[in-house]
């Protein structure tokens, strides 16, 4: 019988789990915190249920899919509910925008905004499907692990002009600046600028056309939840509590782990849901890293990070929709700032989240919930977040107050936040990154950590910080990519066929 350890439970081990469970191995997963979920916990707070980080499912079919690999159907384990519109754009003049999937609804207030680029935006979303044809659909789930396997696709990149950014190419098509900013926010979800990140992230915007965006009822902690049960049916240990502090290699290949409290498990694969940036530095010895060596690892450029709100208050906001974005007075400076310049300036942009939209039951009756994200620069900032970290929060509340959420600060009953520190601390992210290694063009594909660990054998890793990147749809598909690379176990262990049989 081989084992396998997975390390982290974030989407990206937790379906990393299913599969080499389906593929045959016996499954332990290990995870540093007491709760499963990693970025996808749960905060409650009087009464009060917040997801701590997703909330935008789109493909869910790769979860369906997960479901569908051990005999099972995902409807009986959560339900998911259609968001619409997708978000809501707000731009500094009090004017919106409603981004969703109907092309005509799109088209019509494109109209209403800016007529000459109606036409333009019917390039920009036939070109947006194109390269989902491309960078989705033939290479989301397909390793990178020599150069020949990159340089294969070169010429469909360069036909597709992957070189060009994002904020570059959707410029290109549409003129008006309200417009270049409501189809070119989309990376900053996946933790890239707009101004930086390679265009093939526009396949975004055609993934959430061709899907939707869903919500999970009860939350995202709900889907969590559901796969941690799913484990369990299928004989597979979820163990709390339990950090790795050593990937014990001999013989160029992974042979045991050793956690913090001192014991070995000895395994036959590790697949990693941790920062690459981190497992590379901290958990494998110097001596087994010829490519990912601490001064390589050092010189990744790493993602900004988050500071994020969570409040509870008496009374409901049904005007608000279930995802908002809340554009400050600056767009390119604001992100030069974050990104490149790494100082938390004085102005910000939102991410106004109102799960009660789908769901009612996250809030006591008769309140609402609320988180708000903000972007911020990573830890490379210096910025001391003991210090700013409270008026950071008072202001955020002042501007939601003054605009969105109108009477919120005299009927808040409850209010917590997170920063880099976060990050950083209780999901060991280099430098407080959220989402792992920025998504530049020099960062993708081949050029991102490989899916294969090409310096220990029989380690593996998923997740945002490996191919094909952050959010949910490329935790997913980093894990799907482990149905090419990880061998067949010799003696493969039987898969429950159903709950009875668990």
Not at 2 to 21: D, E
Not at 168 to 197: E, Y
């Given at each position: 019988?081989?084992?396998?350890?997975?390390?982290?439970?974030?989407?990206?081990?937790?379906?990393?789990a299913?599969?080499?469970?389906?593929?045959?191995?016996?499954?332990?997963?290990?995870e540093?915190?007491?709760?499963?979920?990693?970025?996808?916990?749960?905060?409650?707070?009087?009464?009060?249920?917040?997801?701590?980080?997703?909330?935008?499912?789109?493909?869910?079919?790769?979860?369906?899919?997960?479901?569908?690999?051990?005999?099972?159907?995902?409807?009986?384990?959560?339900?998911?509910?259609?968001?619409?519109?997708?978000?809501?754009?707000?731009?500094?003049?009090?004017?919106?925008?409603?981004?969703?999937?109907?092309?005509?609804?799109?088209?019509?207030q494109?109209?209403?905004?800016?007529?000459?680029?109606?036409?333009?935006?019917?390039?920009?979303?036939?070109?947006?499907?194109?390269?989902?044809?491309?960078?989705?659909?033939?290479?989301?789930?397909?390793p990178?692990?020599?150069?020949?396997?990159?340089?294969?696709?070169?010429?469909?990149?360069?036909?597709l002009k992957?070189?060009?950014?994002?904020?570059?190419?959707?410029?290109?098509?549409?003129?008006?600046?309200?417009?270049?900013?409501?189809?070119?926010?989309?990376?900053?979800?996946?933790?890239?600028?707009?101004?930086?990140?390679?265009?093939?992230?526009?396949?975004?915007?055609?993934?959430?056309?061709?899907?939707?965006?869903?919500?999970?009822?009860?939350?995202?902690?709900?889907?969590?939840?559901?796969?941690?049960?799913?484990?369990?049916?299928?004989?597979?240990?979820?163990?709390?509590?339990?950090?790795?502090?050593?990937?014990?290699?001999?013989?160029?290949?992974?042979?045991?782990?050793?956690?913090?409290?001192?014991?070995?498990?000895?395994?036959?694969?590790?697949?990693?849901?941790?920062?690459?940036?981190?497992?590379?530095?901290?958990?494998?010895?110097?001596?087994?890293?010829?490519?990912?060596?601490d001064?390589?690892?050092?010189?990744?450029?790493?993602?900004?990070?988050?500071?994020?709100?969570?409040?509870?208050?008496?009374?409901?906001?049904?005007?608000?929709?279930?995802?908002?974005?809340?554009?400050?007075?600056?767009?390119?400076?604001?992100?030069?700032?974050?990104?490149?310049?790494?100082?938390l300036?004085?102005?910000?942009?939102?991410?106004?989240?109102?799960?009660?939209?789908?769901?009612?039951?996250?809030?006591?009756?008769?309140?609402?919930?609320?988180?708000?994200?903000?972007?911020?620069?990573?830890?490379?900032?210096?910025?001391?977040?003991?210090?700013?970290?409270?008026?950071?929060?008072?202001?955020?509340?002042?501007?939601?107050?003054?605009?969105?959420?109108?009477?919120?600060?005299?009927?808040?009953?409850?209010?917590?936040?997170?920063?880099?520190?976060?990050?950083?601390?209780?999901?060991?992210?280099?430098?407080?990154?959220?989402?792992?290694?920025?998504?530049?063009?020099?960062?993708?594909?081949?050029?991102?950590?490989?899916?294969?660990?090409?310096d220990?054998?029989?380690?593996?890793?998923v997740?945002?910080?490996?191919?094909?990147?952050?959010?949910?749809?490329?935790?997913?598909?980093?894990?799907?990519?482990?149905?090419?690379?990880?061998?067949?176990?010799?003696?493969?262990?039987?898969?429950?066929?159903?709950?009875?049989?668990?």
């Amino acid at each position: 019988m081989s084992t396998a350890v997975i390390i982290g439970s974030g989407f990206g081990g937790l379906a990393a789990a299913v599969r080499m469970r389906a593929l045959g191995y016996d499954v332990t997963v290990l995870e540093a915190n007491e709760q499963a979920g990693g970025r996808a916990s749960v905060f409650r707070r009087d009464g009060f249920t917040f997801d701590a980080g997703p909330t935008v499912v789109t493909a869910p079919y790769l979860l369906d899919e997960l479901f569908t690999l051990v005999g099972r159907d995902r409807r009986d384990y959560f339900d998911l509910l259609p968001v619409d519109p997708f978000y809501r754009v707000r731009f500094p003049d009090g004017s919106s925008f409603d981004y969703v999937g109907d092309e005509e609804r799109i088209l019509a207030q494109i109209a209403a905004m800016s007529p000459r680029d109606v036409d333009g935006y019917r390039r920009l979303a036939a070109m947006s499907e194109e390269i989902f044809k491309v960078g989705y659909e033939q290479l989301a789930d397909v390793p990178f692990d020599t150069v020949s396997e990159m340089l294969r696709i070169v010429p469909q990149m360069l036909r597709l002009k992957s070189y060009r950014t994002v904020y570059g190419l959707v410029a290109s098509f549409i003129q008006d600046p309200r417009l270049r900013q409501v189809f070119t926010f989309q990376p900053l979800l996946v933790g890239g600028n707009p101004f930086n990140t390679t265009s093939i992230y526009l396949l975004i915007h055609w993934l959430e056309r061709k899907w939707g965006v869903h919500f999970a009822k009860g939350g995202t902690g709900a889907i969590v939840q559901s796969l941690v049960t799913l484990l369990e049916e299928l004989g597979v240990e979820v163990r709390l509590n339990t950090p790795v502090e050593h990937i014990e290699v001999k013989d160029g290949r992974t042979v045991a782990v050793r956690t913090a409290s001192g014991q070995r498990i000895p395994c036959d694969v590790v697949v990693s849901n941790a920062d690459p940036s981190m497992v590379y530095s901290k958990l494998i010895d110097a001596a087994h890293r010829r490519r990912n060596t601490d001064g390589r690892v050092g010189r990744v450029r790493q993602s900004m990070s988050l500071f994020v709100a969570y409040f509870g208050a008496k009374g409901t906001w049904s005007d608000a929709a279930h995802h908002t974005i809340l554009l400050g007075p600056r767009y390119k400076g604001l992100l030069h700032d974050i990104f490149n310049r790494k100082v938390l300036a004085d102005d910000f942009s939102l991410y106004l989240h109102a799960p009660g939209r789908s769901d009612p039951g996250l809030a006591p009756p008769g309140h609402d919930g609320f988180y708000v994200l903000s972007p911020v620069p990573n830890d490379r900032s210096g910025v001391d977040w003991s210090e700013l970290a409270e008026p950071y929060m008072d202001r955020i509340i002042d501007f939601l107050d003054a605009g969105e959420l109108p009477g919120l600060k005299e009927n808040l009953v409850t209010k917590f936040a997170v920063d880099p520190r976060y990050f950083a601390g209780r999901l060991r992210s280099m430098h407080g990154a959220a989402f792992g290694p920025e998504p530049v063009l020099h960062q993708s594909a081949w050029f991102r950590y490989h899916n294969r660990s090409e310096d220990v054998g029989s380690l593996y890793f998923v997740g945002a910080g490996t191919h094909p990147g952050a959010g949910l749809p490329g935790v997913l598909c980093s894990a799907k990519v482990l149905d090419r690379v990880v061998p067949a176990p010799a003696r493969p262990l039987a898969v429950p066929s159903d709950k009875a049989t668990a």
